[in-house]
């Protein structure tokens, strides 16, 4: 089961390094990671998305919560939680296949950041389901090169982690 | 005050009470040497052959003292030296501050001279790195470092400083502030409120718990971990064994915890367990596990690992509940708190019928009567021969369960080992940190001939103080515990095990100016041991045993812990 852990961590060099050098050395395995400052510049978010059971998300929260460095961890409930992530994706397009790529870029909420006499290379912010269902979507007219950020989430409602 | 960098540094020593370092200087922390020429009446430094040595006597200073050991090198080489004793140290949570000294800034990433990434090598076997590049942080990571080491599961701190850093013409500004009123200093302050720096309150609510599953428990037996032993909480665990009336199992880190003659201990558990406590492990009803990880050689098939009990586990660090062994109850606090609290609550039990099912299957230990000498006769000779209290150091392997098998240890400290690390070299350097920290207390050092032929030019430190370590080796010429495995598990292939070759160890102790002697029975090991603890130098003895010697019994790894391969 999929599960989101949301970290907070003192914003300094060698911190990222000193996490995901915990998951390998733990043994943990992790499906995404994403990382970026916060509103205090002193401290970063971390969302890292693990594909284990129950107990091996509380061995990376607890052993996580051990680093000097990081200030607070908290396991997001999938149903507390706004989940998003962006992805960028080149897809092939001429003057035939173009008008029903964009049909599915307006169902799916899609923008399209660039276009080529041969491609177009469009951007979608959603939950990770419907990201794969746009991916999927895209794969017939032949995907040239994706690039994810990976999921980033807060908690629903006024609360802080 | 303005104060030159280094003199900052030293002075933060001298606010933890520090005044002993072991080290080996170098060209990036020449800076730091040269303020500790001023520095010699307050700050003892004991240089040693090698960084590794340098390592492990820091080590065993903080193990025997219960202080917070510190240990200097340089970088590059001098640092990557460090390691094994760092992650020893780190498996073994023992405080040590280790302070390398790296290239200066204009020279860092460019594949310098001598320049390693030594915080980067560090972080997995470490609490926390630091690498310094602002003169001015020194004092704030100084009082961290040292804060982080020796609060909570203590464990090892390496602080990293660029080489322009110390340059000796950087004033800061520094105030004197001793350790007990620093740990108030906004730094840390907020460190201990996000990382619980203090050791954690135990919940009154799970301690009434516990004493409800005792109430319950017919048949409980106590596993006394290093835990008991880092947090100096042996009077608390003997208060509470002899209130519980029940069996005491001793981890290989839990050895001076509580009292190895204690009626109710049942000695050792896990690999080389005694029968008494694998089986009671394995009938008892409640298992109390105090500061033990269930590690590997203890917990050697989790699945049914004291399958009949309810798991109660007693640790300061939460990340340990639930890591091996699923439990069934746990609380989180220092072992001297959580028992304190518990003992204020345990009525006085008694379980004449349990306690004597388990305890009567002690066998009494048997010294061999045979004329040549044998593990037991070196050992009983130095039990007959040291004044009660004596420290034993021991490096890895045959030598090292036969050791923790045989002494009785009393007190926290008195039985320096690597525990979780397995380090062969570590007893010798143990063994100097601590001779330096205890002068009173005589210290054996017991090792094998493969062992102490890793670090044994440390025996140029032990004659340089004037040290009287007296390093009992049990030659066996062969790495024994690995032939154990060999001849049990892998049908005899003694694959580049044997090590029949040089040096000839009593040679080898007179070349260092020190004094040996090799026996080769009971009456010659007797004598030996008198020689060492007059002569006032550094001893050696080199014990001739046979080779096919085994250290009994053994369950293997991943094994039911009464799955006995050897009785």
């Known amino acids: 089961m999929k599960q989101t852990i949301s970290v907070l961590v003192e914003n300094q060099a060698g911190v990222l390094n000193r996490i995901t050098g915990l998951f390998s050395r733990r043994a943990f395995n992790i499906e995404s990671l994403a990382v970026g400052v916060t509103d205090d510049p002193t401290v970063s978010r971390i969302t890292i998305i693990v594909d284990s059971g129950n107990s091996v998300v509380e061995q990376v929260e607890k052993q996580l919560n051990k680093l000097i460095e990081v200030i607070k961890v908290r396991t997001l409930e999938e149903t507390a939680m706004i989940g998003r992530e962006l992805i960028l994706l080149k897809v092939n397009a001429n003057h035939k296949t173009r008008q029903d790529i964009m049909t599915i870029c307006e169902i799916m909420g899609a923008k399209v950041d660039d276009i080529s006499p041969s491609s177009m290379t469009l951007e979608l912010s959603d939950t990770p389901d419907r990201i794969e269902t746009f991916e999927a979507l895209m794969r017939p007219f032949c995907i040239l090169e994706e690039v994810r950020t990976g999921v980033i989430a807060l908690q629903k409602g006024g609360g802080k982690i | ?567």
């Open chain 2, 1 to 567: 005050m303005k104060v030159r960098a280094t003199q900052a540094i030293l002075e933060c020593l001298l606010e933890q009470d520090v005044d002993t370092v072991f080290g080996y200087p170098g060209g990036t922390i020449l800076n730091l040497y040269d303020e500790l020429y001023h520095y010699q009446d307050k700050i003892k430094h004991i240089l040693t052959a090698h960084e590794q040595g340098a390592s492990h006597a820091a080590d065993g200073y903080a193990r025997s003292t219960g202080k917070v050991g510190v240990c200097f090198a340089t970088s590059g080489p001098g640092a990557t030296n460090l390691t094994t004793g760092i992650a020893t140290a780190y498996m073994d949570s023992s405080p040590v501050v280790f302070i390398t000294c790296n290239v200066s800034e204009e020279l860092l990433g460019r594949d310098s001279f001598q320049e390693v990434d030594i915080t980067g090598i560090a972080m997995p076997i470490t609490k926390a790195t630091y690498l310094v590049r602002d003169p001015q942080t020194i004092p704030d990571v100084m009082r961290q470092a040292f804060a982080v080491a020796a609060t909570g599961r203590p464990g090892p701190v390496l602080i990293d400083f660029l080489k322009n850093v110390t340059a000796l013409n950087v004033m800061i500004d520094y105030e004197f502030i001793p350790w007990t009123e620093n740990r108030n200093t906004d730094s840390i302050r907020e460190l201990a409120v996000s990382h619980g720096l203090k050791a954690p309150e135990p919940d009154l609510n799970d301690i009434e718990t516990l004493v409800d599953l005792i109430a319950q428990a017919e048949k409980p037996l106590l596993i006394c971990g290093g835990g008991v032993v880092r947090g100096r909480a042996h009077e608390q665990f003997r208060e509470f064994a002899e209130k519980m009336d029940a069996p005491v199992a001793i981890t290989v880190m839990g050895g001076g915890g509580f009292p190895g003659a204690h009626p109710l201990t049942t000695g050792m558990i896990g690999m080389h367990g005694t029968q008494a406590s694998n089986v009671a492990c394995n009938t008892c009803d409640l298992l109390i596990a105090v500061g033990c990880r269930f590690s590997d050689r203890v917990a050697l098939k989790p699945a049914t690992f004291a399958q009949q009990a309810k798991i109660v586990h007693i640790d300061i660090d939460r990340s340990e509940i639930d890591k091996n062994v699923r439990t069934d109850h746990h609380i989180i606090g220092s072992a001297k708190r959580v028992l304190a609290e518990l003992n204020q609550r345990l009525p006085q039990y008694h379980r004449t019928e349990w306690k004597g099912q388990i305890l009567s299957l002690l066998e009494d230990q048997q010294i061999d009567e045979q004329d040549k000498l044998t593990p037991s006769q070196v050992l009983d000779a130095i039990e007959q021969a040291v004044p009660e209290g004596s420290i034993v150091a021991t490096d890895v392997g045959q030598h090292q369960m036969w050791s923790i098998q045989h002494f009785h240890f009393q007190y926290p400290g008195q039985l320096l080992t690597s525990g979780g690390f397995g380090t062969m070299g570590f007893g010798l350097g143990a063994a100097i940190g601590a001779k330096v920290g205890n002068p009173d207390k005589v210290v054996i050092h017991t090792t094998g001939d493969g062992c102490f032929r890793m670090n044994c030019h440390e025996l140029a430190t032990v004659q340089y103080y004037n040290l009287p370590i007296i390093t009992v080796v049990f030659n066996n010429g062969t790495l024994g515990m690995v032939r154990q495995w060999q001849h049990l598990i892998y049908q005899e292939h003694y694959s580049q095990t044997t090590l029949d070759r040089a040096p000839d160890f009593v040679k080898l102790a007179e070349a260092y100016g020190l004094k040996g002697r090799r026996v080769t029975n009971r009456q010659e090991m007797k004598e030996a041991m008198e020689e060492a603890l007059t002569c006032g130098c550094g001893y050696v003895i080199d014990c001739m045993i046979d080779m096919d010697e085994m250290v009994r019994p053994m369950v293997p790894g991943g094994a039911h812990i009464t799955d006995f391969l050897l009785k």
